[in-house]
Nanobody, 122 residues
Framework: VQLQACGGGLVQPGGSLRLSCLAS????????MGWFRQAPGKEREFVAA????????YYGDSVKVRFTISKDNAKNTVYLQMNSLKPEDTADYYC????????????????WGQGTQVTVSS
């Protein structure tokens, strides 16, 4: 499966962005899907995950309440709605297919997409 993320950009603190991840090659209904992020000089961090059906989700502690992951299996696309953005949310954001459900490790990934850059700054 190939993953293409987009939707990043520059946003002011308190603003919102929606990232999209379009999959090709296989349907995303076959996979657990997730988002990770990596800030300069830091390790890759888990952001959110969604189950194959979309009925279950879990989040990293730093983004709970503010971020929402969703998916549209018909469009083969996963989304990350980011609200109340903070400067510390600045990072490259990556979508991925997950090997197992329930973990937050970046090693729990089968396929990575390329990153889309999010910068939160006034």
């Amino acid at each position: 499966v190939q993953l293409q993320a987009c939707g990043g950009g520059l946003v002011q603190p308190g603003g919102s962005l929606r990232l999209s991840c379009l999959a090709s090659g296989r349907t995303i209904s076959s996979y657990y899907m997730g988002w990770f992020r990596q800030a300069p000089g830091k390790e890759r961090e888990f952001v959110a995950a969604i189950s194959r059906s979309g009925g279950a989700k879990y989040y990293g502690d730093s983004v709970k309440v503010r971020f929402t992951i969703s998916k549209d299996n018909a469009k083969n696309t996963v989304y990350l709605q980011m609200n109340s953005l903070k400067p510390e949310d600045t990072a490259d954001y990556y979508c991925a297919t997950l090997t197992n459900w329930g973990t937050k490790s970046s090693e729990n990934v089968d396929y990575w997409g390329q990153g889309t850059q999010v910068t939160v700054s006034s």
